[in-house]
DNA sequence: TGCTGCATCGCAAACGTTTTCGGTGCGCTG
DNA sequence: CAGCGCACCGAAAACGTTTGCGATGCAGCA
């Protein structure tokens, strides 16, 4: 069903259906229901690959997200509480939200090319920022709409939104110091993700506030971010020859591991180790003990990052006057009962 | 950039540039090298909207999941892995996978009828089979290439993969049944998804054939199937006059609300009761004690859901010469320490 | 009446690509 | 030398849509 048959169907022309159907002012009311009544009756719905070609523009948003080779860090439900927000803000103005998985024996880098050359989408979310992030510079210097989960050192202004990973491990620091521990560890993820280094940058200005020396052993980067992770991250911790009486996590699903990891040592979480996490799911929300950990409502930081978004697109800037989004996000501690002083 | 950009500058026609980026024989051998150098020279790559348009087909492939309020079902990694899966076999077909999620408050038959409508994609996985779905007859009308991810009692022959739920059930009763369990409770979708129905046919039957009267207290319907649908399900059985023994789930991700909703009851899972469930994420392999679950690989499941689509895609049938796929898989038990006799 | 302005609509171009058709030039055969 | 086949390439149509431009008709006004 093209647009053709409905206008030949009602002996009027093409343009001036198209016309009706995009609510443009110069069609006569009467013309107008005709035609709508017609498109609902057949079930017209415009070809898509037709009106983004005419008009360049293709309707839908990418997100990025990376999988590795078993599952996907899109695995957890931290992009799907994202997802929900964006398309929540999305509704309203007729755009698609389509997921992108980067696999990981393709490069990040090349995939967003490939992806920006073939017009696919009008803009992108990009997440798991690197420290230094070819994708941004690419995306700036093309002037493809873009907003980051994440900030980077590469590129010039950009939108981008952040968790408040200082405040956290600062907080988080403090708190556990304040209970009396001195030692205490960090997970943080192996890879270039800027937020590791933020973390652990954090972390050791947290201690060095404290009077704490900064032991480079506490301090284990972990591959995956995990319950496998979390699981091999305690066997190194408890390793030493003197452990910690603490760890902090940079999410939290690596606790369940982490748990795990305690009770095979015969160790009880919470009063044989703190431990304090992220809040990236729901699912560790059930652990005994329960976790303490920092949350944040990933709905309302997906709906902002769409309206960051939308805010950089010329034909939807006038509807979102907010400006070049840049946020960091704090987060909030909900206390449970994982961390308590040390024995 | 586009193609007529670069036969300009190659001095060529835009038809001999088409035939060259596209492997056709009928172009020279240095011409051919000439324009494959310029495109990468340049970057280019096809516009996906205008190949749409003439070839009327976008190599993209949907994937259509659900999303509640909150988060999705895509939220456990259960899809996550199937994705994987997918784009292994795609990946050799310049296929692209598009994940469309469908807001709860937006009506899955709906949403498939605009997806297919503006011809965003060129076929569709469907998963969140109801017992009556008509996305399945549209599609069939419609004529449009699609597999789905569990069985209905809607539409004619189609291609579809589901898990041998049947199987899961009667092993798990017999299973718990020869260890002296008596009263087992099963706790099944409270939508109208068909596994549910499945489940619960094949949970009454093995109770028949072990000489169990069934008793409907014990079949719980959940609506929700997340951690809090577990912790709510375990409420409702433990307020019963004479408990279960033991519980059968229809996923992983509901035990762990119901070890929590267990240790809030002052009772060890496993030792007070027996619980089973059904592997569909690895977040739950680190519960304590081990959950005794069935388990199958996610990403076979969904390399072969890709193979069976494309095999219903007339230009993919040549390549996948493997006919209509209406498979149930097996799963494979996982024994763990939830499960031992009742005390 | 004649002119202006407005509402409404049709015509046709344009978006970028693939593919059919026909044409050119060349080598080979008889 | 005539004829044929083949390799290679250019021209143009087609996919479905939006939109600028011009045409038409009619009301209002002088």
């Known amino acids: 069903m093209s647009i053709r048959e409905l206008a030949n169907h009602l002996n009027i022309s093409i343009g001036t259906v198209s016309r009706a159907l995009n609510g443009r002012s ?4 009467e013309t107008r229901r005709r035609v709508l009544e017609a498109a609902e009756e057949f079930g017209y719905v415009p070809n898509q690959s037709g009106r983004s070609l005419r008009q360049g ?3 839908a948003i990418g997100f990025m997200v990376e999988t590795n080779s078993e599952t996907s860090t899109h695995g ?4 799907s509480s994202i997802y929900v927000g964006v398309q929540k803000e999305f509704a309203a103005h007729h755009l698609d939200l389509v997921v992108l998985l980067c696999p990981s024996d393709d490069d990040p880098y090349d995939h967003v090319r490939r992806v920006v050359a073939r017009r696919f989408v009008d803009a992108l979310f990009i997440s798991a920022i690197q420290r230094h992030d070819p994708r941004i510079d690419f995306l700036i210097e093309r002037d493809i709409p873009f907003i980051a989960l994440g900030r980077s050192l590469s590129g010039g202004s950009h939108p981008w939104i952040d968790l408040d990973f200082e405040g956290v491990a600062t907080k988080a620091v403090n708190r ?3 209970r009396g521990h001195r030692r205490i560890g960090l997970v943080t993820p192996g890879t270039e993700l800027n937020l590791g280094y933020v973390f652990a940058d954090a972390y ?3 201690l060095a506030a404290n009077g704490i020396a900064y032991d480079p052993r506490l301090l284990v980067r972990s591959e995956q971010t995990s319950e496998e992770g979390g699981y091999h991250a305690t066997d190194a911790l408890l390793a030493l020859d003197t452990r910690p009486t603490a760890m902090l996590l940079v999410n939290e699903i690596m606790a369940i591991g982490v748990y795990r990891r305690l009770h095979e040592a015969g160790l009880t979480p919470g009063r044989d180790m703190a431990v304090i996490g992220l809040r990236q799911s729901p699912q560790a929300r059930f652990l005994s003990p329960a976790l303490t950990c920092f949350d944040i409502s990933l709905v309302d930081l997906g709906r902002r990052l769409a309206q960051g978004l939308l805010a950089s697109m010329p034909a939807y800037r006038d509807s ?19 961390d308590p002083p040390p024995r």
Not at 26 to 29: E, F, I, L, Y
Request: proline share 6%; hydrophobic share 50%; glycine share 6%.
């Open 176 to 178: 556990l110091v304040a």
């Open 320 to 338: 979102h006057p907010i400006g070049l989004v840049q946020e960091i996000w704090p987060m909030e501690l909900v206390a449970g009962e994982s």
């Open 204 to 206: 050791r200005a947290a």
């Open 57 to 59: 523009t293709t309707n």
């Open 26 to 29: 110069d069609v006569n009311a």
């Open 76 to 79: 957890d439900t931290f992009f």
